[in-house]
Each structure stands twice: as structure tokens, then as C-alpha cells.
């Protein structure tokens, strides 16, 4: 079961900025904090991911918490293309991913 | 640098039949992994192969095998198919079992 509790939906206007968040309270000392998308009618995208300080890259950034309990996935200037449902997962190095429901991110334009 | 390819992307089979789907990694990458969506639920792990040999599992019966050729493509095999494998087939490879995965675009199977 996925390891991770993230809202099932949420919404953004174009050119504004977007905060994913989510919830992981039983995250372990080697759990890596992964963010995939998935884009209609795609496979999932990798975006980002992080072990405890904030990672910043092309695409997004990460935001982890100090007790690493929670994360946000930030999307500085989101546009119509952000629109997907992203995923954050928990990974140590010798698992496999185990995605949830994900949320829905809709941007409006 | 070709991404991770799949064919076929759409296919119609009926309950009882078997069916192949198949992977091919992108270049350089050793490790195929396999997961099934469902509508409106996020992918499921099949099972994932690194150098052609299964390195693990998901909660999928025997029916579901697949295999990893030299070249690190890769099949998956579904046999007695079921109505309830109607789903999106998705294929992942990474440069190593614990590396980055990297999508391909699935196919989308129907099982009438």
C-alpha cells in the first residue's frame, strides 16, 4: 500500500504558482521522496525527488520538511501543460514504486 | 537518444486469450520494470527485470510472466486473460534496479 496521503484533486491558474503537498508520517531514515507525474494519456513522468534537504531542479522543487513527515512539490510558474496527476512516493534504494491515487493538479487559464 | 518505446498501443483480446506486450528500454538502460493501471488508480508493480533475470514481484499470479532479451528489451505475457486485465500495460527502464524510472507510453489492452 502506498506510504503516502496527498489531496485528491486541486486546482491553479496559469502563471501562478503551485504547492503539491503530501503526507508521509511513517517515512523511514532511507526513504527517498520521489514525485512522478502522469500527463493524459501518458506514462508517468519522473519530476524530482529528495532525501532531506530541498531540491531544486528544471522542472519543480522540493520542499522537506525538517522531521521529513511531510513534502511539497512546488511548481513555480505552473501553465496549461502542468495540468496531470502527480504522485509522491517513498523509495529506499532496494524498492520497487508504489504509487497511490495521486492528485489531480487542473490549471485554469 | 530514443525514449522508452511500446508496442502495440492498443489491443483487443477476449477473456481466456493470451496476449504479449512488449518493451523496448532506452538506450544504455539494463533494468525493464512492468505495472498495470487501472482507470482512475495509479500504476501497479508487476514485476521488474535487471540483466534478464526477475529481481522482483509484485501481487500478480503466474499468469502474468514476462521475459528480458540481450538487448534489455523485454515482453510481458498475460495468459487466461480475465475481464478485470483490462487496463493500461506501462513499462519503465532505468540505467539500474534502484535507479531512476523512465516511462513509456503504454498499451492499452481490453479484455472483452
Known amino acids: 500500500d502506498a506510504k503516502t496521503t496527498q489531496p485528491n484533486s486541486m486546482e491553479s491558474n496559469e502563471e501562478e504558482p503551485v504547492h503539491l503537498p503530501c503526507n508521509h508520517s511513517?517515512?523511514?531514515?532511507?526513504?527517498?521522496i520521489h514525485w512522478y507525474r502522469q500527463l493524459p494519456s501518458q506514462g508517468p513522468e519522473y519530476v524530482i525527488h529528495g532525501l532531506t534537504s530541498n531540491v531544486n531542479n528544471r522542472m519543480a522543487s522540493l520542499a522537506i520538511a525538517e522531521d521529513r513527515k511531510s513534502s511539497t512539490l512546488i511548481l513555480h510558474r505552473a501553465t496549461l501543460r502542468d495540468a496531470a496527476v502527480y504522485y509522491c512516493?517513498?523509495?529506499?534504494?532496494?524498492?520497487?514504486?508504489?504509487f497511490g491515487k495521486g492528485t489531480k493538479l487542473t490549471v485554469n487559464p | 537518444e530514443t525514449g522508452v518505446t511500446q508496442s502495440p498501443t492498443h489491443l483487443i483480446k477476449t477473456r481466456g486469450q493470451q496476449v504479449t506486450l512488449r518493451c523496448s528500454s532506452q538506450?544504455?538502460?539494463?533494468?525493464v520494470s512492468w505495472y498495470q493501471q487501472a482507470l482512475g488508480q495509479g500504476p501497479q508493480f508487476i514485476f521488474q527485470?535487471?540483466?534478464?533475470?526477475?529481481?522482483g514481484r509484485g501481487n500478480f499470479p503466474p499468469r502474468f510472466s514476462g521475459l528480458q532479451f540481450p538487448n534489455y528489451s523485454s515482453e510481458l505475457n498475460v495468459n487466461a486473460l480475465e475481464l478485470d486485465d483490462s487496463a493500461l500495460y506501462l513499462c519503465a527502464s532505468s540505467l539500474g534496479a534502484e535507479e531512476t524510472q523512465y516511462f513509456g507510453p503504454g498499451t492499452r489492452l481490453l479484455v472483452l
Open positions: 511513517t517515512i523511514s531514515g532511507t526513504d527517498y
Open positions: 527485470y535487471y540483466r534478464e533475470e526477475e529481481n
Open positions: 538506450s544504455g538502460h539494463n533494468t
Open positions: 512516493i517513498l523509495r529506499s534504494r532496494s524498492e520497487k514504486l508504489v
